[in-house]
């Protein structure tokens, strides 16, 4: 179907003028500086906040980072001043302010639900349960459920 047609606003490579390259060129140089900004907060922050933080960008001397939860963005403020020091002292001096938003990490890990065990007691009801129902499926889901991790 699209063997034979080019998708429609695709151009090659070699027709890009030098205008846009230039821009390119812009953009990409901005990314390696988002880049080195990220691996020096990343030290900053330490192993176990690095994963849950982003930087955003720097505008007007503002840097803005990117956490996923509303814990992480507290934490992060707290140490907003040690994080401005940091960064002037490896000569980003043109960082006057920082910014702290929520906002969903992309490729960030997230952490699975942690899935609570049941009490004895409640597994015990459960294979009560499931020996007086007179339903084979809900007598299996009875027993799959009491049998579960931590059963007594």
Known sequence: MFRDKKPPGLRPLDAITPEADARLAGL???ARQ???LNRRLHDFV????APWCRIACLRAGELVILTPTPAWASRLRLMSNEILSRFRKTGHSDIRSLRVRIAPLQGAETASPR???LTPSAKLSLKRFAEAVDDPELQAIAQRMAGRK???
């Open 34 to 36: 988002y880049q080195q």
């Open 115 to 117: 899935r609570r065990e």
């Open 28 to 30: 990409l140089l901005q």
């Open 46 to 49: 330490g192993p176990s906040l």
């Open 150 to 152: 931590g059963a007594k």
